[in-house]
């Protein structure tokens, strides 16, 4: 009689609306379709380093689909570079034997950017993973979505909707932080949906001049408030250059010392960007001598039930992941195609960063709606 196949499921990185969602998907359709094994390791890859489990039964997975975070509890950390008790170690062995130990057959791996860079590492140590696609910032490369992202957007033009009250009754700019890590898409689709005046990405750089103007020119047709839909990762055309200017430095560096010295200029750089929503209210206060308040968004972007359209795009890859591992498809990610969804290796992933081009369609509608974007 062939072996019962045996599936680890772990949750990594920042949490996301249809984690549980994904985390049923796979464990329903792996125990209840293909008659397979499931158990979860608790807090991302901690948790597998840690060999913490968590049984996924029919119980466990009952119920789950319409809550927010992940039942699995995640984390930030990297197998190869994780804290224990004070001391910074690589844990990849001690994955390596716990997957061992679990009598796992595959490791499904769901999360964003960062989870995928975790799996290669350990494709590369001998495991067999399988990976899902989530995080609000739609920002993984070959998917055509993630989940997460559409609960995200549909939260973030709620409140675009709603600053709208208080910006109109004034006569306020009122600067909304939006997330999405250095990927403009969450700050865009809502910035679009909601129907902001101003919108700002990473991938834009902008100049405060312009968008003061737009502010302006606005309260010269009438309208004296203005909403402005700013990307957490958005960043003047100075600061642009400087932080592609330390780039550069960083990845030519021939020595250790350049190689540090460049990456203090980062994050350098990176930490005056923090606060960077709050200047540029100010400016905009000044430039315009209209009033202007901050909103950040913050966490209630990832928090709380997941659209249908994320419940069904987990349910979709998390089904998918589980007919990959009965046909035995391991080291891919499980990516969104059209109604469809097929594997693609995890080596084609990692490393790479899904941002919006400059000719996206969704780029070309806001600036034939008249919207700001802060280059022009
Ligand atoms: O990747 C999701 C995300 O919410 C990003 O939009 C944001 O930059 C980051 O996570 C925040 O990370 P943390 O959970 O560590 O605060």
Redesign the pocket.
Known sequence: MAKTMRVGILTA????PGLNAAIRGVGKAALGYYGMEVVGFRDGFRGLAENRTMPLDKATLGGILTVGGTILGTS?DKPHRMEINGQTRDMTQAIVNNCRTNGLDVLVCLG???TQRNALRLVKAGLPVVTLPK???N?VALTDATF?FDT?MGIATEAIDRLHSTAHSHHRIVVTEI????AGW?ALGAGIAGGADVILIPEIPYEVGRIAEAIRERSRQGSNFSIVAVA??AMSGVDWHARQAAARKRAGAQTDTDRQAARLELETLDARHEGNTIRLARQLEELTGLESRVTIL??V??GGIPSPADRLLATRLGTACAELIARGVFGVMVAARGDSAEPVPIQEVAGKVKTVPLDHPWVESARRVGTCLGDQ
């Open positions: 990185g920042g949490d996301s930030r964003g950017g960062g995080t609000i910032d920002d997460g995200a997330m999405g890590h250095q969450l957490e990762g913050g966490y972007q990832r």
